[in-house]
């Protein structure tokens, strides 16, 4: 059963850079793609950002290119950083593995996330 | 930047059928998909590609589209339905993943 666990300081300063890791246990991660995703409290989800172990990737232009993925395979994680933070950021992020699959009717790749971490919670303050 | 717009909330009462709708003009081009989510829990995918359901959703979820809207139903509403349900999509370009803002379904 594929489990995603993230990780990383609960609190960061204003002006710095937020950094978080998901550990991914009981599938490769080369196998897939990797997601972020966050909340503010009381508010909808959104997607930050994707990326897999060939180096593709994409950002969400929302985030004004504050945003770096990287993928670890050896230690079988993924990684977010967000540069640059202020309150605006703070939020619960989750990550999420991603299926990508082609579809002849539409002519296109599509992709969803179908398993999520649990989620943790940043704040950012001084 | 794309959107997808979904009511605020939506109230039914134990037994009846909920209906929760999604709109989007990239979505005739485009898969939906849905999420539920309990409070403190992280999103489950209920239903992808418009109308699948994972292994292990209950059948009285189900969702349809018909341009661009796409609506979530959900059937014989239990209290343990009572969430929040996102729908997700992808912009026109195909790049981006977009969510929709969220519909608090309560169950009466």
């Known amino acids: 059963q594929v489990q995603l666990q993230e990780s990383g300081p609960g609190l960061v300063k204003p002006s710095e850079t937020l950094s978080l890791t998901c550990t991914v246990s009981?599938?490769?991660?080369?196998?897939?793609?990797w997601s972020w995703i966050r909340q503010p409290a009381g508010k909808g989800l959104e997607w930050i950002g994707r990326?897999?172990?060939?180096?593709?990737?994409q950002y969400n232009p929302s985030l004004r290119g504050r945003v770096t993925m990287s993928v670890d395979t050896a230690k079988n994680h993924f990684s977010l950083k967000v540069d640059s933070v202020t309150a605006a950021d703070t939020a619960v992020y989750f990550c999420?593995?991603?299926?990508?699959?082609?579809?002849?009717?539409?002519?296109?790749?599509?992709?969803?996330?179908?398993?999520w971490g649990k989620g943790t919670a940043v704040t950012v303050s001084s | 930047s794309y959107e997808l717009t979904q009511p605020p909330s939506v109230s039914v009462s134990p037994g009846q059928t909920a209906r929760i709708s999604c709109s989007g003009d990239?979505?005739?081009?485009?898969?939906s998909y849905w999420y539920q989510q309990k409070p403190g829990l992280a999103p489950v995918l209920i239903i992808f590609?418009?109308?699948e359901r994972p292994s292990g959703i209950p059948e009285r979820f189900s969702a349809s589209s018909a341009g661009t809207v796409v609506t979530l139903v959900i059937s014989g509403v239990q209290a343990e339905d009572e969430a929040d349900y996102y729908c997700?999509?992808?912009?026109?370009?195909?790049?981006?993943?977009?969510f929709g803002g969220g519909t608090k379904l309560t169950v009466l």
């Open positions: 999420a593995r991603g299926r990508r699959a082609y579809s002849y009717g539409l002519n296109l790749y599509y992709y969803y996330m179908d398993v």
């Open positions: 009981s599938v490769s991660i080369s196998s897939s793609f």
């Open positions: 990326i897999d172990t060939n180096g593709n990737n």
């Open positions: 990239a979505l005739p081009k485009q898969y």
């Open positions: 590609k418009d109308s």
């Open positions: 997700q999509s992808a912009d026109s370009s195909n790049t981006y993943v977009v």
